[in-house]
């Protein structure tokens, strides 16, 4: 990875240690001495890694590891925990959004109807999906799929990742806020478990179109907030420069750790030692445990007792409490 264009510059400190330990892997002629300073090598890697990874700046999440261009995306995480997945389209209104992924799969030993952000890999594959940008019939599609699965009594999966919903005026002109809006409300009073878990960026209502949920996970180093750095950097400062995005990232408390402390997300699904891009194996195996596990433990209770719980928790969110008066 060394000569990775797309490396984060807080990782040069390993550069050095990963040239040794190349080094000795490629000697053929390795003695006992050099075997026991590779395993110390690898070793001080790991540790290095940790410790970096561990004090990251918000900004540095956002930009160098949640919009990595090799971290995992929701169809690299489908491909490695869903079986039999069968993918469904349209929304029978207008038409079919690939930037939202829909379709019955089975995760375990449970089967589950999935929603997801699809970003896409390369350039046209992007720009076919919007960079992940749902429009109304993408968020319209997911409410059919996921009423589908309530007729069947199947739980629902959504795996978010979205710097937001597309904002061009074809999408404002077809309803874009009312068929978010809509989702809330249903999501809401869905009679069927729901899982929900922000695998990379999870923007504004763009995410929370499909976010609503018994359940919310947040990947360790991905993010979820009212609004991107560089959206509140532009409104707050006129201008968004990194310094600004920066200031934003700290500002808008948008980290796993900042939403578990907030109340917005359940619990932080962790991933491999120095992000999700490093093993997507490794990633996939976190991620599909953690949602077999809520699945199961949701399934416990009586639907409409499930139902009054997700409104209690959503009642809860932004609750504050009036400190006495001093003095």
């Known amino acids: 990875m060394a000569n990775d264009p797309n490396r984060p510059p807080f990782e040069q400190p390993l550069l050095a240690l990963e040239a040794e330990i190349e080094r000795l892997q490629n000697d053929a002629q390795l003695g006992a001495a050099d075997e026991k300073r590779l395993e110390a090598l690898r070793q001080e890697h790991q540790d290095t890694l940790s410790a970096i990874y561990a004090s990251l700046e918000p900004w540095d999440i956002v930009s160098r590891v949640a919009r990595n261009p090799k971290r995992p995306q929701s169809t690299d995480y489908l491909r490695r925990i869903c079986s039999d997945f069968c993918q469904l389209h349209g929304d029978r209104h207008y038409g079919d959004d690939p930037a939202i992924l829909t379709g019955f799969a089975r995760i375990g030993k449970f089967k589950v109807m999935v929603v997801a952000h ?167 195996d976190m991620l599909q445990r953690w949602i077999i596990d809520k699945i199961s433990d949701l399934r416990r209770f009586k639907i409409d007792n499930l139902i009054r719980r997700r409104y209690e928790r959503l009642r809860q969110m932004g609750s504050l409490e009036e400190a006495g008066a001093v003095g």
Not at 122 to 142: I, Q, V, W
Not at 162 to 189: C, D, F, H, K, W
Not at 238 to 250: L, V
Not at 253 to 270: C, F, P, R, W, Y
Request: with cysteine; proline share 5%; glycine share 12%.
């Open 118 to 284: 699809r970003k896409g890999r390369d350039t046209s594959e992007r720009m076919l999906c919007n960079f992940g940008c749902a429009h109304p019939e993408g968020y319209r599609k997911a409410l059919k799929n996921m009423q589908l699965a309530e007729k069947f009594g199947l739980p629902v999966v959504t795996l978010v990742d979205t710097p937001g919903a597309y904002p061009g005026l074809g999408a404002e002109e077809r309803g874009q806020a009312e068929a978010i809006a809509v989702n809330l409300r249903e999501m809401s009073r869905l009679r069927t478990p729901i899982v929900s878990v922000i695998i990379g960026e999870g923007g504004s209502g763009g995410a929370l179109g499909i976010a609503v949920a018994d359940r919310v996970g947040m990947m360790r180093y991905s993010w979820y907030s009212v609004i991107s750095p560089e959206g509140c950097a532009a409104i707050l400062w006129k201008q968004a420069r990194p310094d600004t995005n920066s200031a934003a990232a700290h500002q808008l408390h948008l980290t796993a750790e900042q939403n578990l402390k907030l109340g917005t997300i359940d619990e932080i699904v962790e991933e491999p030692v120095g992000g999700a891009h490093r093993d997507h194996e490794a990633a996939a």
